[in-house]
């Protein structure tokens, strides 16, 4: 059944998932999630012009148009990796606990400049996310990126027999997903995983020269790795080598000029050095790589600054762990700024270690001497006289609407659950 369906992408190659988007010939899975059964919603499907629909709904079983398998998604999985392995195209693997996803729209900023390139969109960097990143490469694109992301021990691993990609990069190994992951061992084994199925395949590897972590690991991978292909290892400078300074917009000197992004961060210079490492192995003039750097604007509240009233905003709220954290707070301290306020939320999935890292928080913050405003049930019961402690957005907002913050530098972060994005400043 598998040929078929891939006969049939190969004409209409256009893959759906959510009868919320437009279904318009395209061949829709009916995926199955905690909340909801897509297998339920064949016949919507349908009507909403979908040419086929991959169900394992058996009462479509002698429909014309559906074929009914096991399981949708290990279908769809499949069906990317059939793709996958018709592809002649470099494909770089992106994985790490922290910038993954800006530090993939950068290289796609930069490799853009001289290469169609497709990248993963947003952050669907799962199981679910990467064979639709796969499955929409077209025969226009020269060159993919693929990000892929972990809360549990193997999943890169998985996702790399998928995406089978010719060039890695990790970012940086941190703590995140604790709950998952049970131990900082696994979270390194399974980022690793990215790189070890480049040596073991043959390709490239990029990797930050100052980050000791990462050379030593990959050190051990090549000493070890007795297989016939070559493999290519790519070191980067990151911080050490670049001096910038916090406006808090991240001025920088790139490449022998002084640089405007728009960005904010000392954390966002491994991010950039990622992104002109990989624009200089493929050959993109330094001219164009120096204004992608300029022109790439972060969306979804990955260090975006934003005017909001008489708040100077740095929302960074997109996600939010121990490395990322103390990363914000440091370059929140960095910043020279009358008055800084930092509004931090709870950091989920940490597990037995949910306690101890949220405390560290609160002894960061006071090291800075930050004023700061915590929500969450993890922070509330932490809560000391110092700070500001509330258990819900909601008692934020209406404190707020009271007592208004004022010409202030603000830090907001926090992990997507708290819901930040519905924090009330004006």
Do not use: W
Request: net charge negative.
């Amino acid at each position: 059944m598998l040929e078929q369906i891939y006969k049939l992408f190969l004409q209409i190659p256009k893959i759906t998932t959510d009868t919320r988007t437009p279904l318009e010939s395209s061949i829709f899975f009916c995926l199955k999630g905690e909340n909801f059964d897509a297998n339920e919603m064949v016949e919507i499907a349908l009507e909403k012009g979908a040419e086929y629909v991959v169900t394992q709904n058996e009462k479509f079983v002698d429909h014309e148009r559906c074929f009914v398998v096991d399981d949708p998604l290990q279908t769809l999985q499949d069906l990317a990796l059939k793709y996958r392995n018709s592809l002649t195209i470099p494909v770089i693997g992106v994985t790490g606990t922290n910038g993954k996803t800006t530090t993939k729209e950068l290289m796609a900023a930069v490799l853009s400049k001289k290469y169609q390139v497709k990248a993963t969109e947003g952050n669907l960097n799962n199981h679910i996310g990467v064979p639709l990143t796969l499955l929409s490469i077209n025969s226009s694109h020269e060159m993919a990126i693929v990000e892929m992301g972990a809360n549990h021990p193997n999943e890169i691993a998985m996702l790399c027999q998928m995406a089978r990609p010719t060039h890695a990069l990790v970012t940086n190994v941190g703590s995140a997903h604790l709950e998952g992951f049970k131990t900082f061992e696994n979270i390194v084994t399974t980022k690793m995983a990215l790189y070890d199925f480049v040596i073991q395949h043959g390709g490239t590897l990029f990797v930050n020269a100052q980050d000791q972590l990462l050379q030593d690991e990959v050190a051990k991978r090549l000493r070890a790795n007795r297989m016939i292909q070559p493999v290519e290892k790519v070191n980067y400078n990151t911080d050490e080598d670049i001096s910038f300074r916090l406006t808090p917009y991240l001025q920088l000197n790139l490449l022998g000029q002084q640089v405007q992004t728009q960005l904010t961060g000392q954390y966002n210079l491994p991010n950039i050095a990622a992104a002109i490492a990989v624009g200089s192995y493929f050959k993109v003039p330094d001219s164009d790589m120096i204004q992608a750097i300029q022109e790439y604007t972060p969306r979804n509240a990955r260090s975006q600054i934003k005017k909001i009233g008489t708040n100077l905003v740095i929302a960074d709220y997109y996600n939010a762990n121990p490395t990322s954290i103390q990363a914000a707070l440091a370059n929140l301290d960095l910043i020279e700024y009358d008055s800084k306020v930092a509004i931090i939320g709870d950091m989920f999935e940490l597990g037995v270690h949910s306690q101890e890292e949220h405390n560290h928080v609160i002894e960061l913050v006071d090291r800075y001497k930050i004023k700061a405003f915590f929500i969450g049930a993890n922070f509330y019961e932490l809560k000391n006289s110092r700070h500001h402690f509330f258990r819900e957005l909601s008692e934020l907002n209406l404190y707020l609407k009271k007592n208004p913050i004022e010409d202030s530098l603000l830090l907001i972060k926090g992990s997507r659950g708290i819901q930040l994005e519905n924090l009330i400043l004006e």
